[in-house]
């Protein structure tokens, strides 16, 4: 299970945000990935394997984490950036892939 | 440019059979992983299965004894078949690409479709 926190926060443009997501087991080798998602569009990949950046992602995207604890960091919120976070592991015995809940960022 | 767009029935009746495809150009169907990602009505993200390269299967535990995807090679399509729908099958079902780089990631993803399950 990856749990997500906070569910929602709010904060600024250029504001430096830090998004969690917690495993209750071992990520395997770290296969930790995040995702954007905004309304009616499909999830965008930002990070693979806790902190490799997706071709094209922004540099103010970064990935951190090993073992069970996972950060996302947004260096300087740009407006486009606002949306519903995902963290995703693979390589689980309970489940290959898996989703976390999501954090939504909202504008404040 | 690898391109995903599912398609299907929009509305299927409870008790009976959701089946989808996903059209993938850009990439050959049999070059990598691809799987079904659903994801309800104002809710987050469910992995639902996925078909690796080899041909061999993996799905979700708590959908597994409904589901199935197959891989039409011929088409470079795939698709999901899941049985006896209920109203908690409604949502928004997404195909994407693994690429097979051993990391587990969904990097290609279709638009969506939305489907709902009613009378």
């Known amino acids: 299970v990856l749990t997500q926190s906070p569910g929602t926060l709010s904060l600024s443009p250029g504001e430096r945000v830090i998004l969690s997501c917690r495993a209750s087991h071992t990520v395997r080798n770290n296969f930790l990935a995040w995702y954007q998602q905004k309304p009616g569009q499909a999830p965008r990949l930002l990070i693979y394997a806790a902190s490799t950046r997706a071709s094209g992602v922004p540099d103010r995207f970064s990935g951190s984490g090993s073992g069970t604890d996972f950060t996302l960091t947004i260096s300087r919120l740009e407006p486009e950036d606002f949306a519903v976070y995902y963290c995703q592991q693979y390589g689980s015995s309970l489940s290959l892939y898996s989703f976390g809940r999501g954090t939504n960022l909202e504008i404040k | 440019q690898v391109q995903l767009q599912e398609s299907g029935p929009g509305l299927v009746k409870p008790s009976e059979t959701l089946s989808l495809t996903c059209s993938v150009s850009?990439?050959?169907?049999?070059?990598?992983?691809w799987g079904w990602i659903r994801q309800p009505p104002g809710k987050g993200l469910e992995w639902v299965g996925i078909m690796k390269s080899s041909g061999t299967t993996n799905y979700n535990p708590s959908l597994k004894s409904r589901v199935t995807i197959s891989v039409d090679t011929s088409k470079n399509h795939f698709s999901l078949s899941l049985n006896s729908v209920t109203s908690a099958d409604t949502g928004v079902y997404f195909c994407?690409?693994?690429?097979?780089?051993?990391?587990?990631?969904?990097?290609?993803w279709g638009q969506g479709t939305l489907v709902t399950a009613s009378s």
């Open positions: 850009g990439d050959s169907i049999s070059g990598s992983h």
């Open positions: 994407a690409r693994d690429p097979v780089d051993g990391y587990g990631h969904f990097d290609y």
